[in-house]
């Protein structure tokens, strides 16, 4: 009796639809399913009819040659999954077109699981290592469950590098934003601009197209300031654009900014979100009241990234503490995204601080001056971020890795830089040249590009040699910590091999401070 072909092995173990599935949010990830073979799109959308991830479904694009699936990648940026078969108008059609995503479209959020009904054409180790690609599937094995489970992991790890995306697009508006309290000395252009920057704020995370994420455009609210008991509106937008110089208690003010005002609070900074609005109050060393009036649902992440922004504004009105209390701020949310990454990798996040210190620490040893100490510093605490795209089973793998599943480790590197490379942020610019080039090593043979001595950047020699000692001198859970000796005996070793010489030299002539930090920060 002849072999099920590969579509009628999917159909014949579909797993029944759910009795119990999630809400549906309404909100469809975007898969391309790109095959030559039209029962196999049929037989797809069939088995994955049911399919939700979060209370999200599915949005099917069909392709059925290379050609056709790189045009769609092109012309849409949200493409959550492609499940692409190799061979299709050519026998490399398929590996073709993850070339062109990866290399060209330089995408690097798409997930690309690579399905085959000929594995002798393109094996499966040969194509792990040379390309790209997230999975790797013979069609002659691939079973309903198996492939939902496989396009399930997929979108998640589409999700949070989604996430991940649009934290560091929210961060670096904040930050950006902020740089434009300078440009103000008229108290109403700095109202002005204020307002301006929050309304960018809380409407940036719609063009993400994330689940959950306001499906418009709100620009209600203002901000009204008062050196006596009378608030009067400066600037205002939307619905109180018109309502300038007019005292806030002439306005029929809703019922959430009546009971906001009703607190009084005498905090520095208060800041609350209710179902129908942000509200936040600042009082001033220069004894004034000012208060930011924002109407509207704001999703979540929004209203962290308003409340970072709302704190940074009450640093610029104060302007005696401005500088310091800025990069503090910045610190604090690029800290927090090391950390991120570090539980992750199932660590503290103490290895995030003591890796900026010490990099902080040698900067300065190296005579690079305070402000170049204090990026290299930031910038060093998100070098692993690339890691949010590892899986896992494979991240946190207690044993010995394979050499796929190293392969597939390595490739932090670059997801790291390709997260980090497109920011107008000198912070990030050098976070990103960091993360690319962490694994490089001083005399070759490192990882990405194998580049070797001063082709490394200086930022990311130094980098290494701190998060090589910081590794070894603490325990993780596939291994104890080294003794001390035993580290430096390594350090002296690799001088000149996978460290910068001089940095070597100056690292052990500082020893003791090093190890300082190590104690002032020691693992939960």
Request: aromatic share 10%; glycine share 6%; with cysteine.
């Amino acid at each position: 009796m002849p072999e099920n072909k590969p579509e009628e092995r999917l159909l014949r173990f579909a797993p029944a639809a759910s009795k119990a599935a999630a809400q549906d949010s309404g909100y469809r990830y975007r898969v391309v399913v790109a095959d030559d073979d039209k029962d196999v799109h049929t037989v797809t959308q069939l088995v994955l009819k049911n399919f939700q991830f979060e209370g999200a479904g599915i949005e099917f694009i069909d392709t059925y040659t290379g050609e056709e699936t790189i045009q769609v990648l092109k012309e849409n940026d949200d493409i959550a999954v492609v499940l692409l078969d190799v061979v299709m108008e050519e026998n490399t059609s398929g590996l073709d077109v993850v070339d062109y995503t990866r290399n060209v479209l330089k995408n690097d959020l798409t997930r690309i699981i690579l399905k085959t009904g000929q594995p002798g054409i393109a094996p499966e180790e040969q194509v792990i290592i040379n390309y790209d690609i997230n999975d790797y599937k013979s069609k002659a094995e691939l079973t309903a469950q198996k492939f939902t489970t496989t396009l399930y992991t997929a979108i998640r790890n589409y999700r949070d590098l989604k996430k991940l995306a649009s934290q560091k697009k929210g961060l670096e508006l904040v930050i950006e934003s902020s740089s434009e309290f300078y440009n103000y000395n008229d108290l109403k252009d700095f109202f002005s601009g204020l307002l301006l920057q929050l309304n960018r704020i809380r409407n940036f995370h719609t063009e993400a197209r994330q689940p959950g994420s306001i499906p418009f455009y709100n620009t209600d609210g203002f901000i009204a300031y008062s050196q006596t008991d009378e608030l009067v509106i400066l600037s205002g937008s939307g619905l109180y654009e018109d309502q300038e110089d007019r005292e806030l208690s002439s306005l029929d003010l809703k019922k959430e900014l009546k009971d906001f005002l009703a607190e009084k609070s005498e905090k520095a900074l208060t800041c609350k979100k209710y179902p129908n609005s942000l509200i936040a109050s600042y009082r001033g060393y220069d004894n004034s009241h000012n208060l930011i009036y924002l109407e509207g649902r704001i999703n979540d992440i929004n209203e962290g990234l308003i409340r970072l922004y709302i704190s940074n504004f009450g640093f610029a009105f104060d302007r005696l503490f401005m500088n310091k209390k800025m990069i503090g701020g910045m610190k604090q949310i690029i800290m927090m995204l090391g950390e991120l990454i570090e539980y992750r990798d199932g660590e503290t996040g103490s290895h995030v601080r003591r890796v900026s210190e010490m990099v902080h620490l040698m900067a300065g040893k190296a005579g690079r001056s305070d402000e170049e100490c204090d990026d290299l510093s930031i910038a060093s605490m998100v070098h692993d971020i690339g890691k949010i795209a590892i899986d896992d089973a494979i991240l946190r793998k207690p044993g010995k890795l394979t050499k796929e599943e190293f392969a597939i480790i390595k490739n932090h590197t670059s997801t790291g830089y390709a997260i980090l490379k497109d920011s107008s942020i000198s912070t990030i610019k050098t976070a990103a040249e960091i993360a690319l080039n962490h694994h490089e090593k001083w005399a070759g043979g490192g990882y990405p590009n194998n580049i070797k001595g001063e082709e490394i950047p200086w930022s990311a020699r130094l980098t290494a040699l701190v998060d090589v000692f910081d590794a070894l001198a603490n325990k993780r859970y596939y291994k104890d910590a080294w003794p001390e000796q035993e580290i430096f005996d390594l350090l002296q070793k690799e001088k000149g091999v996978a460290f910068d010489p001089e940095l070597v030299d100056l690292f052990l002539e500082n020893r003791e401070q090093i190890m300082d930090i190590q104690k002032r920060y020691p693992d939960a």
